[in-house]
């Protein structure tokens, strides 16, 4: 009795520890097989979310694919370790089982003899029993252990199919990827091309024209050396020759003027002065007494100028500030009789009158147009009265003439600056002098006044009739004083 309760107890203990292998065996399986499948599946999300570039994708597959290696070596190794476990395990408990039944056979054998025949049946029905529970729990294991491979197998192949489309796709990026720096490249050469291409062009125009100019310049030359000198020599002594026949032919014609105005007066009666000096825009007129003996002093007289209508001389106007014996006419008495007004010492008045109407300068209406076209003309000035008063060293300036404003400006810095307005007068210098052919006389607003002198009588004209055009434009009138 004692050893038949002996044999069950190893039989039960045998039983037991079976299981708890095979309980064993099962959840470290399960375990490595969570750990793999939740691996598995994070990196198949990771790999299914993020866009990755050529790079960083083939990065990522190696270090996964690195990763997926050692997992499956841990699961191979951990199923080896478990298939070498298992059947040493169901070994030893088989040997124990039958170790058990030989007792129990031997020990049946003596209770026979001993008449304890029913416990004896009671332990060997104890012992399959345990057998057959063993059996099936080491069956049912199998099966989810067999399970539990498919799945694994079922999951290497979808990691094998991830792995190799994500392969896959590094390979298209990466064609794709090449195919556009190739593109790139391609465009690249092409725009390089194009350029070499225009840069020889414009080089060979450059050449060519060239070439041309100085194939030009050789015939000109050529052509300077058998006909030019003599011929060119000739034609400029006949210019000059002309010139100086017009201005004595021009002189001749003012002098017949003059004397035709002088027998007209002696017809009305003597005068003591006369108008001398060119009738033109740009020269300057003076009064000049006909006989230096019998003629008073002209700072005695009181002298005023007029500027009178061709057409019928019904129009007379007087210049405002014109009181000296020198006048320089303004653009505005182009085309107008000058006629001024000598009151003498002893009460008589003489009055003079200009042999015609005023001449224009030649060429000055061209230029101006040409000023205007541009937009803006700069005269360099010298600025000799500011608000009446004299400056003892006249400053270099620059008068700035535009199609909205005019600007004095001394250097960088704008000195006045005003917009053409109703309150603006500009006009010639009136107040005489060796300069009143160049001065300029500007007021840009009311108690603001300037005498200016130009670098010659051509800019002062030029600017008088720029600064009216563009003031015109504005439906302004620049005038001098009383002028307008």
Not at 104 to 113: A, E
Request: glycine share 6%; net charge negative; proline share 4%.
């Amino acid at each position: 009795m004692q050893s038949m309760g002996l044999a069950a107890a190893a039989l039960a203990v045998a039983a037991a520890d079976v299981t708890e292998d095979v309980s064993r065996l099962d959840e470290t399986g399960l375990a490595t097989l969570k750990g793999f499948r939740k691996l598995l599946r994070k990196e198949k999300s990771d790999l299914l979310q993020q866009r990755l570039s050529v790079r960083e994708m083939a990065s990522q597959f190696e270090r996964e694919q690195a990763a997926a290696h050692a997992a499956a070596a841990t699961l191979a190794h951990v199923q080896h370790d478990q298939d070498m476990m298992k059947p040493a395990a169901l070994v030893v408990s088989l040997k124990n089982l039958r170790s058990l039944l030989w007792e129990l056979t031997s020990s049946s054998g003596r209770g026979l003899k001993n008449n304890n025949y029913l416990d004896h049946d009671i332990v060997a029905d104890q012992a399959l029993i345990a057998l057959e529970v063993v059996e099936s729990q080491w069956l049912q294991r199998e099966s989810e252990l067999e399970q539990e491979r498919m799945e694994i197998r079922q999951m290497a192949i979808t990691f094998k199919q991830a792995s190799e489309d994500a392969r896959r796709m590094i390979d298209e990026e990466r064609a794709k990827a090449q195919s556009e720096i190739e593109a790139a490249r391609a465009a690249t050469l092409r725009v390089e091309a194009a350029l070499e291409q225009q840069a020889e062009a414009l080089c060979f125009a450059k050449q060519q024209e060239l070439e041309e100019l100085r194939m030009q310049v050789k015939e000109a030359q050529r052509i300077m050396m058998l006909h030019g000198p003599s011929k060119v020599m000739d034609m400029e002594y006949q210019i000059a020759g002309l010139h100086q026949l017009l201005t004595d032919k021009a002189l001749e014609n003012l002098q017949l003027r003059k004397k035709l105005e002088a027998a007209k007066r002696q017809i009305n009666g003597p005068t003591q002065f006369e108008i001398q000096g060119e009738e033109r825009l740009g020269a300057c007129l003076a009064i000049a007494p006909t006989c230096t003996e019998n003629a008073p002093e002209l700072h005695k007289c009181i002298i005023q100028w007029f500027s009178v209508s061709a057409v019928d001389g019904s129009k007379v106007e007087p210049i405002k500030g014109a009181t000296r014996p020198q006048y320089a006419p303004d653009p505005v008495d182009v085309g107008k009789l000058l006629r001024v007004d000598v009151g003498l010492p002893d009460g008589q008045l003489d009055t003079l009158f200009t042999s015609g109407p005023l001449d224009p300068a030649p060429g000055l209406g061209n230029q101006v147009e040409a000023l205007a076209r541009k937009g803006s003309a700069e005269f360099n000035v010298r600025v000799y009265q500011e608000n009446g008063e004299v400056m003892r060293k006249p400053p270099h300036q620059v008068l700035l003439v535009d199609k909205m404003r005019i600007k004095l400006l001394k250097g960088r810095c704008t000195k006045v600056k005003e917009e053409y307005s109703s309150a603006m007068q500009l006009c010639g210098g009136r107040g005489g002098g060796d300069a009143a052919a160049r001065s300029l006389y500007w007021s840009p607003r009311k108690g603001v006044q300037f005498m200016l002198v130009l670098e010659s009588e051509r800019d002062r004209n030029a600017a008088i009739m720029l600064a009216r055009q563009f003031a015109f434009s504005c439906n302004i009138i620049l005038g001098g004083p009383d002028d307008c």
